[in-house]
């Protein structure tokens, strides 16, 4: 257990690296007119909490800066989340106002808002497919041998798709095909779409459509994204403005990842409702080592439906992120309730 003095100084120093990025020294703390304390008695205790792992002495700084065990003991501890202003409350309900008519443009939007009100990178991961379920298919024709395959989910997430129509396949038996998917598949899981297919409507298809070996080459490839969630960033380059950073082979391998949506999609993915946080190592993953990424979870209709996070240095406004990320995530839960009970 830290004593109320030890609390005070390491909350503190944490306050005073996060904002200047600088090893706070005890002849600093003994300034400030919410330190009582002489420089040596801040010295000793500084000292005992880089014994205790709470505090580090980077190179031959005679000042300290927080451990990860020290932001942790931080977050578990002592963190008081910042509410959001009247003004930042009615600038995100603003935001919103926009009406859009496709569930992945909202949230696309959404991430752009979560960066722009934290200054960090914000990562959204769309409907979980686990979750989404078809609400309706449409295959429209665009010339003699190509269409565009238009899938919309119960969540209003709508995916298009450019897909080839087979040689004989005509006007009438297209339609044919897609009442029979309308029929068959309305509230199929995403991820049980391909099953579905390859069982169920072969069978159907067969029986109805004369070339249905050629209509089920075309279903494969209509259905063969739909397993993909969605990945959304803003922000990108706002780790560049961060000073631990500078280091190009660091920044290059945080890019990297960015690349790969499977990967992202893993790190970030939540099914714990609230807020999480995880510091550093914990991410347990290099390229995150001298990351923290906070996540929380938003819902349609009380089913569970992506993450909101967002990804910064270990050297995070804790206070501020979860603030702006739980009110957040509540408020996009709302609204995408809202836009899915009025759609019903």
Do not use: W
């Not at 295959?139 to 709508?158: E, F, N, Q």
């Not at 040689?167 to 309305?186: A, M, P, W, Y």
């Not at 995880?278 to 996540?295: H, L, M, Q, W, Y």
């Amino acid at each position: 257990m830290l004593t109320e003095r030890q609390l005070l100084i390491l909350k503190v120093i944490i306050d005073d690296y996060v904002c200047y990025a600088e090893p706070v020294g005890s002849r600093s703390l003994s300034k400030r007119e919410d330190m009582n304390f002489s420089p040596a008695t801040i010295r000793n205790e500084m000292a005992d909490l880089e014994e205790l792992g709470f505090l580090e002495k980077p190179h031959s700084s005679a000042g300290r800066i927080p451990s990860q065990k020290g932001y942790r003991y931080f977050v578990d501890h002592m963190l008081s989340p910042t509410m959001l202003s009247k003004n930042e409350v009615a600038d995100i309900r603003f935001m919103y106002e926009e009406k859009f008519v496709e569930f992945e443009k909202l949230i696309q939007h959404s991430a752009k808002i979560l960066s722009s009100l934290t200054s960090y990178t914000s990562i959204v991961l769309g409907p979980e497919v686990f979750e989404s379920t078809l609400k309706q298919i449409q295959l429209v024709p665009i010339s003699k041998d190509s269409a565009v395959a238009i899938i919309v989910t119960d969540t209003g997430h709508v995916e298009n798709q450019a897909v080839s129509i087979p040689e004989g396949l005509d006007i009438t038996e297209i339609e044919k095909i897609v009442n029979i998917l309308n029929e068959r598949l309305k509230g199929v899981p995403l991820i049980h779409l391909r099953h579905k297919l390859t069982t169920e409507i072969r069978n159907v298809l067969a029986k109805y459509v004369d070339r249905y070996d050629k209509a089920m080459e075309m279903l494969n490839e209509t259905f063969k994204q739909t397993n993909n969630e969605k990945v959304f960033y803003a922000g990108k380059t706002n780790i560049l403005s961060q000073p631990e950073f500078n280091d190009v082979d660091r920044v290059r391998d945080l890019f990297n990842i960015f690349e790969e949506d499977a990967l992202v999609s893993k790190l970030f993915r939540s099914d714990e409702h609230g807020i999480k946080i995880k510091i550093g190592e914990e991410n347990r993953f290099a390229p995150f080592d001298e990351c923290s990424v906070i996540t929380a979870t938003y819902s349609i209709d009380g089913k569970h439906m992506g993450t909101v996070g967002i990804l910064g240095p270990t050297r995070m406004e804790y206070q501020r992120v979860v603030g702006v990320l739980d009110f957040f995530s509540k408020d996009l839960t709302q609204l995408l309730t809202q836009r899915y009970q009025k759609n019903q």
